[in-house]
């Protein structure tokens, strides 16, 4: 039974979108609908995702609005299960853009023939009702959307080149008209192939996880789809298979190659305890492996969603374009009037309306956006909207975390000082007693030292996370701390952790009831791709790049002065924010680079948040806005570069329409451009930024 709830989320593809246009007429007639709440349309995805009153708003009701629209709901269903078979209304309407490229290049010739003196032959045995029926044929298409978006008030890029074509008409040019249509014709192929190529890497996205997994039951090996598969079952891959979920390894061990998820081609071998990702491809082995996530919530499914939203995070120069397109059709008409009036010449009327072109600006960074998202999707870079890539283009702070960040977060433990009145097994034992259940990569590196020693690590009760001091549990009735100075009850003088500090270790002091403290000291290496990473960030023009952690200032002071950045030591999480806004407060555009764990604010509060690693953590694929799927540094200097080429196709783009428009009806309105050469120049202004953009979507 279904029950009325607003916030129901319905997800239903729409067929025949092929220009972000037409993702915002659908999207505006779907927010009108009663009982919708909020609506998204992904081009690049080919769907919609509402939320709605299924009570209210049904799927009846939503079909019948997207088809009024000029678009189409296919029956819902698993559609990845049937890749090859072509649908129909994509077939009539290629044979008709076939049609249409036949019908236009026929004309083509009898233009050219005009200056062979074949045109006024032609006219003669084509009367202007057999053009005029060649025009409402080849241009139908369009006409239906324009007049479908009248009805709905709203004016698209389509509607002041069909006033164009009236106006042509009107004036007895219907050859003129005619060439009018096939560049329209042409120009929505155009933006139809180059859409498809950057929808393919949505598509090629989605293709990479299986559609079934074999799972553990009652003895038995069962297929069931991948999406359905719950957390704690057992799930087996075989070599050659696909991984279907997110997991922990059981047993077996595999050469696993994870570069759909994380842009890197070179395997990892994977074994018991290991954790493994949806879509990673088994190359040798087998594994038992059980259940994390599924389905939409696998991390692989987070990038996907991830890559479709990325086109509704618009940059502000989007935003720009979109108002200008909205007040342009009436500049247009003013300007066409005038020469009316003030001209008498209603041909110059004619070519102003035909000319215009408001197409290319509504073109001008949805393309370029798609293809930089799609673009870095394959090599393990995740932009989520083309807000976010012009802000990492004019940034010039960069901010970045220490441990798992600039050093691989894998430290190993050097010292130990035992507490008082214990051994030092005693001392390690309870440190790792307490950091059992902590995430932080010192914890792991506590761990790591007890089981090396073959120390048994006993349960704890009361486990409490100390955020920029450590962790706090009550272990055999005793309460014990372990973290850096901040636990400490009272300030002491620790000659030996002073010496650790001084060369540059981190320190972690082991707190029984308030008594002499215990002294461990961990040690992490840099990166090996950093210094090349951070020079070349210095060539981009970075004005600061500047460490924050909270560790002691000994040891960011040794790590800082290896790759020749400022520090600052000593840092609570709410101090990050608070120097990145004072930086953002100073007119900066900031970002900071961390591994998403305890630096989840910070990477929210930057203008770019950029999470290392990200495969691993949920956390920062909801805080960050750039995501590095792999941990490799070399990745944060080819983001900025992505970032800035796309905003230089972009403001080109931009640049180059808006002079070339205005060129235009200047030389329209002054008639020296007669309506049959507007027509022919409309068109040039869409190719042009369609190949700009083209270039973006093989950037290395």
Not at 154 to 163: G, N, Q, S
Not at 425 to 447: C, D, F, I, N, Y
């Amino acid at each position: 039974m279904i029950t009325s709830n607003p916030n129901t989320v319905i997800e239903l593809p729409i067929h025949g979108m092929d220009c972000a246009e037409c993702a915002l007429h659908v999207e505006k007639a779907l927010a009108a609908l009663p009982g919708v709440r909020d609506v998204q349309v992904y081009l690049a995805a080919e769907k919609a995702i509402l939320h709605a009153d299924p009570l209210v708003a049904t799927l009846p009701v939503i079909r019948k609005t997207v088809q009024a629209a000029g678009y189409d709901v296919p029956p819902l269903g698993n559609e990845k299960e049937f890749p090859s078979i072509p649908r129909a209304g994509n077939f009539v309407k290629d044979i008709l853009a076939f049609l249409g490229l036949i019908f236009g290049a026929v004309l083509l010739v009898t233009v050219a023939g005009e200056w062979l003196g074949l045109f006024e032959r032609v006219t003669r045995y084509l009367p202007w009702y057999g053009g005029l029926a060649l025009v409402l044929i080849g241009g139908f298409p369009i006409f239906k959307k324009v007049l479908l978006a009248a009805l709905h008030k709203e004016v698209i890029a389509h509607t002041v080149m069909t006033l164009g074509v009236i106006a042509a008409i009107a004036v007895g040019e219907w050859i003129t008209a005619a060439v009018v249509v096939f560049f329209m014709r042409i120009g929505d192929l155009t933006e139809r192939f180059t859409t498809n190529k950057t929808r393919q890497a949505v598509k090629e996205l989605t293709a990479m996880q299986p559609s079934l997994a074999r799972i553990e039951q009652g003895g038995e090996e069962i297929s069931v789809p991948a999406e359905q598969v719950l957390p704690g079952q057992i799930v087996l891959v075989r070599p050659g298979e696909v991984v279907p979920v997110d997991g922990v390894v059981e047993s077996g061990s595999a050469a696993i190659n994870q570069s759909a998820v994380t842009g890197e081609s070179m395997p990892v071998e994977a074994g018991p305890g290991s954790h493994v990702y949806a879509a990673s491809l088994l190359q040798s082995g087998s594994l038992r492996i059980r259940t994390t996530a599924a389905g939409s919530q696998s991390t692989f499914g987070k990038i996907i969603r991830l890559v479709e939203e990325a086109e509704n995070n618009r940059a502000r120069v989007q935003r720009f374009a979109d108002r200008f397109s909205g007040w342009y059709v009436w500049v247009v008409l003013a300007i066409a009037l005038l020469t009316i009036l003030l001209r008498r010449d209603p041909l110059a009327a004619a070519a102003v309306l035909v000319v215009a072109c408001s197409c290319s600006l509504a073109l001008a960074t949805p393309i370029a956006v798609l293809a930089s998202t799609g673009a870095g999707a394959r090599q393990g870079l995740i932009f989520k909207g083309g807000k976010f890539l012009e802000l990492l283009a004019r940034a010039d702070i960069l901010l970045v975390d220490k441990t798992g960040t600039l050093t691989p977060g894998l430290p190993v433990i050097t010292d130990i000082h035992p507490a008082g009145g214990l051994s030092i097994e005693e001392t390690l034992a309870a440190a790792a007693a307490v950091e059992r259940h902590s995430e932080h990569p010192l914890a792991g590196a506590v761990r790591r030292a007890a089981y090396q020693q073959g120390i048994k690590v006993l349960p704890v009760e009361n486990f409490i996370n100390l955020p920029g001091q450590g962790a706090q549990a009550v272990l055999n009735g005793r309460t014990v701390r372990i973290g850096n100075w901040r636990i400490l009850h009272k300030n002491l003088n620790l000659p030996a952790a002073r010496r650790l500090e001084a060369q540059g270790k981190t320190i972690m002091f082991v707190d029984i009831e308030g008594e002499t403290p215990g002294i461990l000291a961990a040690a992490d290496s840099l990166r090996t791709e950093v210094p090349e990473a951070i020079n070349a960030l210095r060539d981009l023009g970075f004005r600061r790049i500047e460490l924050l952690t909270g560790d002691n200032p000994q040891s960011a002071a040794t790590l800082a002065a290896e790759i020749g950045i400022s520090f600052q030591a000593g840092l609570l999480p709410e101090d990050k924010i608070n120097i990145v806004r004072r930086y953002q407060r100073e007119g900066h555009t900031v970002v900071m680079v961390g591994d998403g764990i305890n630096d989840a604010p910070a990477l929210a509060q930057a203008d770019i948040g950029i999470a290392m690693g990200a495969a691993g953590s949920g956390i920062a694929l909801e805080a960050a806005h750039v995501l590095l799927m792999r941990e490799d540094w070399s990745l944060v200097p080819k983001a900025v570069r992505i970032a800035r080429k796309t905003m230089r196709v972009v403001k080109l783009n931009i640049g180059f329409t808006i002079i070339y428009n205005l060129v235009g009806l200047t030389l329209a309105a002054f008639g020296f451009l007669p309506p049959i050469a507007a027509a022919a120049a409309q068109s040039l202004p869409d190719l042009g930024i369609l190949v700009n953009s083209s270039r973006l979507l093989n950037q290395r």
